[in-house]
């Protein structure tokens, strides 16, 4: 039996290192998180001390508890990855709970601290020392955090004034890598208020404010439990004193009264008539001697029962001290513990995303082909064609040139010495305006050449002239959008109206015509701002150096107008909407169809822009952009313009939008029957596959599909037949425009299954529970991504009410894009 035991611990090692190492390795090649390393060490230590031989129920429970605690790591860093969400919840970057601390380091309960305590000489003197050093240890603290935050602050100033100094000479079109380092010093700005934002939470939040209120209280409590324990003290040796004091007086009383005792007893057995009276006074003596014994004897006794009371109090005390005592000194080590959690966490929020920044400019920067700008430079002057020079050869006549010359002579002698005649006046003006007319004709030849060669430029040149006439109009361009058309070649256009409507172009006059406008301010009729109000392009308020519209009364800051996203409604502007967290039904009863405006007016201008965008919906915009734009959709609502917006902008909106909505477009009681389709979808593709969460990417093959498969997707098409108007409306929009993505794949690279990942927990979840994120949840992930996958490849299938026109405008817009 000894021998099997110790096989089996053996094989049982050799399988849980080779399990430690797979994960080992698969959380260093995804770049996960250090926790990773810390949960691996816990899993070790659990493994090195379990008890193979006694096989202990809550021995398996803790090691149990480990291996699922790795998973849950893995899986939400993975899900992370595949979302392209770098900065998003760190539940495990949480540090261990106290009863995980507990059961590892196997340390005292409160009650053990307690006796120990009570039953040791100086324990209570111990534990009030204890205090009175952590209070010491709070400030210490304190002082740390508050020196390491003039740090951060001082490096987030400098960082301001390099953004301020280096973005006019940096940021220069046609120069190489402006993209990567227009994005670079806006990373740089969106840092150094990332930091000043940290610092101000640290400062008056989370961490100096609360320890120091805690010290204060900290130090309150201990100075009142140490004067109890002092008073209850002195009292005990007060008692001690007169105890002493009461024994010293009763020893004396006896003493005497044996003297006066032995005296009369003397006197006594002496006897005779001269010594009646002597012994008469000794037997006097003798009584007063014994009466002072007894009291003292009595008092002596009153002390020793006070003392005794005294000195159960003092115990009674001692308890309610150490009691009290652990308690402070509990509150203080739970207000460190918070304080501590949220300065890392928020340390970690301001760091998680800098090595992605830093690889991504890395890995766009790889993909820069040199002289790639100045060609592009080159191209955008759209300079006329040198004409070409003829030299002749001319032979010389000495008769032909002295005739000119004394011609020449003589037309400059009549002219200096007399008048032009009134015929020789219009024969001289009249050869003029032929001059003229034909320099006009010359003209309007070559204008109407330039325009013949505008119409006959491909699309590429239109959206290259369409950047330069943003550009020349803002003074600005986006960094993304450059890199994009670098990298793409994705044909731009411009928005051309405001819910159909054309929008009208205002000249710019007043103390504004030098200002650069973006294109949706160009829509406002702007004068000086009247009164104070608040800018709906940063939201804050505006007191001077303000624009206010004169038809739609829209404030702004006057550096705000280059930036401005909200047209000119030509009536006044609403107030702020509620826009994101809204429940779907109010926003969808806002609109005819039943689809919210802002999913129209993302996926409208995605699919004017930006269809063969690589990595559409997998890469991220930048995160200030992407807040500001949201920002312009609660404020603007539909007079939202996009056409100057980065596309990765504009899809992280969408994302998030259907990402924060109480309730997804598949609601939540759909939600399990939609995993059972998925789940039984994969298992006809593969038998492994409703177990793995993997299978092979769907095709539609006609008449040739599976006919489980396509059982299995007449099933999905009844199941949404549940859905409300406005969320079917919704879906098929979504799922139509996600299939002409997906058309173009050999571009953009975003295939039904990948679109399926990027859209599959934003359009259903379960429904909320006790934890943030569950490990049953993170599993769905790929049953949720083929569901979207499904939607995609059997469009015309399940939305067969409307296949008919989405079928023809989607091969019409594939069969353009290709001639593009």
């Not at 899993?43 to 149990?64: I, M, P, Q, R, W």
């Not at 949480?94 to 009650?111: G, I, M, Q, T």
């Not at 739970?334 to 890995?363: D, F, K, N």
């Not at 995993?675 to 492994?688: D, I, Q, R, T």
Request: glycine share 4%; proline share 4%; with cysteine.
């Amino acid at each position: 039996s000894q021998d099997q035991e110790s096989v089996l611990h053996k094989m049982c090692c050799t399988h849980l290192n080779i399990y430690v190492l797979e994960q080992k390795e698969k959380l260093k090649s995804h770049h996960m998180t250090p926790l990773s390393n810390l949960l691996t060490t816990f899993f070790l230590s659990l493994t090195s001390g379990y008890h193979y031989e006694v096989c202990n129920e809550a021995d398996k429970k803790d090691f149990e508890k480990a291996i699922e605690t790795i998973a849950v790591a893995f899986s939400s860093n993975v899900s992370e990855l595949l979302m392209g969400e770098v900065d998003s919840s760190t539940l495990l970057s949480v540090l261990p709970s106290e009863k995980s601390r507990v059961s590892v380091c196997r340390s005292l309960s409160a009650e053990e601290v307690d006796i120990i305590l009570q039953r040791s000489e100086g324990g209570v003197d111990s534990a009030l020392t204890y205090a009175k050093t952590i209070s010491k240890y709070i400030k210490d603290l304190i002082g740390y955090v508050e020196k390491k935050l003039a740090l951060e602050l001082e490096f987030s100033k400098g960082l301001q004034r390099i953004y301020q100094s280096c973005k006019q000479t940096i940021t220069q079109p046609h120069m190489p890598f402006f993209s990567i380092y227009s994005l670079a010093l806006e990373q740089d700005l969106e840092q150094s208020s990332g930091m000043h934002q940290a610092a101000s939470t640290l400062q008056n939040q989370t961490f100096v404010m609360p320890l120091l209120l805690r010290k204060q209280e900290h130090e309150k409590k201990r100075k009142e439990i140490k004067e109890q324990w002092l008073k209850a003290k002195r009292k005990l040796m007060e008692c001690e004193a007169n105890l002493r004091r009461a024994k010293q007086v009763y020893m004396t009383r006896c003493e005497e009264y044996d003297k006066a005792r032995t005296a009369a007893n003397r006197a006594e057995e002496e006897g005779g008539s001269s010594t009646t009276k002597t012994v008469d006074k000794k037997k006097r003596l003798e009584e007063e001697a014994r009466n002072k014994a007894e009291e003292a004897e009595a008092t002596y006794r009153t002390c020793i029962a006070d003392a005794i009371t005294q000195h159960q109090e003092l115990e009674h005390m001692k308890v309610t001290v150490l009691r009290q005592i652990q308690e402070v000194i509990k509150q203080s080590d739970q207000t460190i513990r918070s304080a501590t959690i949220s300065y890392y966490q928020i340390m970690h929020m301001q760091t998680v995303a800098l090595p992605v920044h830093y690889q991504t400019l890395c890995e766009s920067s790889k993909l820069y082909d040199p002289g790639q700008q100045y060609a592009m430079h080159v191209k955008d002057l759209q300079m006329s064609e040198e004409p070409e020079t003829h030299y002749e050869f001319e032979a010389y006549s000495a008769s032909s040139i002295r005739a000119r010359a004394d011609s020449a002579n003589a037309d400059a002698q009549s002219s200096a010495e007399a008048p032009p005649t009134a015929g020789e006046t219009g024969d001289t003006s009249t050869s003029h305006k032929d001059e003229h007319k034909r320099g006009m004709c010359n003209d309007l030849f070559l204008l109407l050449i330039i325009k013949c060669n505008i119409k006959t430029c491909n699309n590429k040149d239109e959206g290259m002239i369409a950047k330069m006439a943003r550009t020349s109009s803002t003074g600005t361009m986006s960094s993304n959008e450059d890199a994009d058309e670098k990298d793409s070649n994705v044909t731009s256009f411009e928005t051309p109206n405001i819910n159909g409507i054309e929008p009208e172009i205002v000249v710019p006059t007043g103390p504004f015509r030098n200002v650069g406008l973006s294109k949706a301010a160009q829509t406002h009729k702007l004068r000086k701002l009247r009164s104070p109000s608040k800018c709906r392009e940063c939201d804050s308020y505006v007191y001077f150096q303000g624009a206010e519209c004169e038809e739609c009364f829209l404030a702004c800051h006057k550096r705000c107008l280059e930036t401005l996203a909200i047209q000119c409604g030509h009536k006044k502007l609403q107030g702020r909407l509620q826009l994101f967290g809204q429940d779907f039904s109010q926003v969808s009863g806002n609109s005819p169809d039943g689809i919210p405006f802002i999913i129209k007016k993302c996926i409208g201008e995605i699919e004017r822009r930006a269809l063969r965008m690589k990595g559409i919906y997998r890469v991220n915009g930048v995160k200030t952009r992407v807040e500001k734009l949201c920002q312009a959709f609660e404020n603007g609502k539909e007079l939202v313009e996009l056409s100057q917006s980065s596309p990765h902008d504009i899809s992280n909106v969408l994302k998030l939008y259907l990402r924060q909505l109480p309730e997804p477009i598949m609601p939540f009681r759909l939600y399990n029957s939609l995993m059972g389709l998925a789940k039984e979808s994969l298992a006809v593709m593969g038998p492994e596959g409703a177990e793995t969460g993997k299978g092979p990417d769907l095709v539609d093959l006609g008449p040739e599909t599976d006919p489980e498969l396509l059982a299995l997707v007449d099933r999905l098409k009844n199941l949404l037949k549940e859905l409300p108007r406005p969320n079917t409306a919704t879906l098929r929009y979504i799922a139509r425009h996600l299939r002409r993505i997906a058309e173009l794949e050999d571009d953009n690279k975003m295939s039904p299954s990948n679109l399926g990942i990027v859209f599959g927990p934003s359009l259903m979840r379960p429904r909320p529970t006790g934890a943030t994120v569950s490990l049953s949840s993170l599993v769905d992930y790929p049953y949720q991504a083929r569901i979207v996958e499904t939607l995609i490849v059997f469009y015309p299938a399940i939305f067969h009410s409307d296949s008919s026109r989405p079928a023809c405008a989607s091969s019409a817009r594939t069969q353009s894009l290709q001639q593009v």
